[in-house]
């Protein structure tokens, strides 16, 4: 089955990057999801990747994907402190995204002014 | 972008009473709808696949007579929490595929159950 495993807690000064790592057990992911949550909120989709890719990046935000080792990472450059929130790593096998999105417990950052 | 909502944001009942959570896609048609609950400081956990003009497909589980699941129209699907019960206090979010394949979640609900 599926399962999703991330780090619980990273500590970051402002201004300086921000590195989160999942990793990820079914080999037959296709697309692999960031989130973020802030206290009280819903998901914000911050960014994803198709399993074909090996890199994204989108303004601060870069995704590194090792299909190999099944790793997948998010860093957050110049990270502020309303970066701070919990960021969940996600997985779905299906590309039309009808199936199932399976989450790790997710990673609280914390940015310390 | 696509955008789902939910309501209530917030809602407070009395134990043995039911709750009725609406979700919504707004600029979108949804087949498939899905519905997590949220425990404080842990992951979300899939609860149903909430599937427009069908039954829906319950989790392993989830007591598909408690959390009932209706899928209405395309742009509607509906979570009652029948005779809530204090453990039933959580968050409650759905999500929809969008046409570009994205899930796309909505704001959630917080449900406490008194």
Not at chain 1, 64 to 89: E, M, P, V, W
Not at chain 2, 90 to 109: L, N, V
């Amino acid at each position: 089955g599926e399962d999703v495993e991330q780090s619980l807690f990273l500590s970051v000064r402002e201004g300086d990057s921000s590195v989160i790592n999942c990793t990820y057990t079914d080999s037959s992911s296709t697309y692999l999801y960031w989130y973020k949550q802030e206290p009280g909120a819903g998901l914000q989709l911050l960014t994803y990747i198709f399993s074909n890719m090996d890199m994204k990046q989108d303004q601060r935000l870069t995704v590194l994907l090792n299909k190999k080792d099944k790793h997948l990472s998010l860093r957050i450059a110049d990270t502020q402190t309303g970066d701070s929130a919990i960021y969940f790593c996600a997985e779905s096998i299906d590309p039309g995204g009808y199936q199932k999105v399976t989450f790790g417990i997710g990673t609280k950052l914390q940015v310390i002014p | 972008g696509a955008v789902v909502s939910q309501h209530p944001s917030w809602v407070i009942c009395k134990s043995g009473t039911s709750v009725k959570i609406e979700c919504r896609s707004l600029d979108f048609q949804a087949t498939t709808m899905f519905w997590y609950r949220q425990f404080p400081k842990q992951s979300l956990m899939l609860m149903a696949t909430s599937n427009e003009g069908s039954k829906a497909t319950y989790e392993q589980g989830v007591e598909k007579d408690k959390f009932l699941i209706n899928h209405a129209s395309l742009t509607l699907s509906t979570l009652t929490v029948t005779s809530a019960h204090p453990e039933d206090s959580s968050f409650y979010i759905c999500s929809a595929p969008s046409p570009s394949y994205e899930q796309y979640f909505g704001p959630g609900t917080r449900l406490t159950v008194t």
